[in-house]
């Protein structure tokens, strides 16, 4: 039996340093008229979808940068959105920084800062939220870099494992939601967590710089996307579910993000692309049904996964060098 859904992508283009929430809040609102218009029942925005992307610009004490984040949501900056996400009976994902007053692993009371997505209720209620866990980027202000990527400065590792809920979707009564932040698409493992929960709508929302920035060696521009939808339809396949990966596009003040959001099936086929760097709502219809075919078949985890064969998987981080063959030796 079908079970339908639209899903709409709602990229936005570039959000300028200068530029304020109210202007960047009505150009979603915007992108939510225009998924109603559509039929769409579920959208995503991309990630820190209120403001610039701002972890390029180096700031020495962090509480200089409080205005990059959300205290509180909705704030009434934001209200708005809450309000067409209400009038327009949408499920929605969104990227936000995050200001949290919570105890840290100790057990004191401080001010937190995280890389942080939600899934909110046509009501307007909070249903999941994530914590970004793969945050990219250094630390301390980069002398080798073309640009600073400061993620590891502004934010910590999230805190909330990868979550899955099943939730009202539109006209269909439980769909398994599960979130990514932008550099977590990258990293099987956290499609896997996803997957391991059944997970048939996974939503993301990323801001990836056009060209390479690290300085290192040469990596040709193409490869920025082919990357980023090699690792979206690879985890959407491995894991039978749906995928929704939003772009913040386009020219921040100087400095390019790459576009090209996609919705890709289980199959790990591309269903819809943007092909703008600009605010652009892409939808496809989306019969979640499709999820059971890897899910019972090659994908049937608990027929296939061979946890003895995996220890290193949750033990060790880095990798380590092999033992060298020497001739002679006999298998190793
Ligand atoms: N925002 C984010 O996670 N961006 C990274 C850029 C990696 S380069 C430091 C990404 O994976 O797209």
Redesign the pocket.
């Given at each position: 039996m079908k079970r339908l859904i639209t899903v709409a992508a709602a990229q936005l283009g570039p959000i300028q340093k200068a530029e304020g929430r109210d202007v960047v809040v009505a150009r979603m609102v915007r992108l939510l008229e225009q998924a109603h218009r559509k039929g769409a029942h579920v959208v995503v925005f991309p990630?820190?979808a209120f403001t610039t992307?701002f972890?390029r610009w180096y700031v020495e004490d962090l509480d200089e940068a409080d205005g990059w984040y959300e205290q509180t949501l909705p704030s009434p900056a934001t209200q708005p959105l809450f309000d067409a996400i209400r009038r327009y009976g949408l499920t929605c994902y969104l990227g936000y920084a995050e200001i949290a007053h919570e105890p840290d692993e100790n057990g004191v009371l401080r001010k937190r800062r995280f890389?942080t997505s939600v899934v909110i209720a046509p009501s307007g209620e909070i249903v999941l939220k994530y914590r970004?866990i793969?945050?990219?980027?250094h630390k301390e202000f980069s002398t080798l870099r073309k640009v600073q990527?400061l993620?590891k400065r502004y934010f910590e590792v999230g805190n909330l494992g990868f979550p899955v809920v099943r939730a009202p979707v539109g006209p269909v009564d439980g769909v398994n939601l599960g979130m990514l932040?932008?550099?977590?698409?990258?990293w099987p493992e956290a499609w896997r967590e996803l997957g391991l929960q059944q997970v048939e709508l996974t939503m993301l929302g990323?801001?990836?710089?056009a060209v390479?920035?690290?300085n290192r060696g040469f990596e040709a521009h193409h490869l920025?996307n082919f990357h980023?939808q090699l690792s979206i339809q690879a985890g959407c396949y491995q894991n039978a579910t749906f995928g929704v990966g939003v772009a913040k596009a386009g020219n921040e003040d100087g400095f390019e993000l790459m576009g090209h959001s996609i919705i890709v099936n289980p199959q790990g086929e591309i269903m819809a692309m943007a092909t703008s760097w600009d605010d652009e709502l892409v939808v496809a219809d989306c019969n979640l049904a499709m999820c059971e075919l890897g899910r019972t078949t090659i994908f049937n985890f608990a027929q296939h996964r061979r946890l003895e064969a995996y220890q290193r998987l949750a033990s060790q981080t880095g990798s380590s060098a092999p033992a060298v063959w020497q001739p002679g030796q006999g298998e190793v």
């Open positions: 990630e820190l992307f972890p890389n970004k793969h945050l990219p980027g990527h993620e932040i932008c550099n977590d698409r990258r990323y801001n990836t710089p390479n920035q690290e920025r980023s």
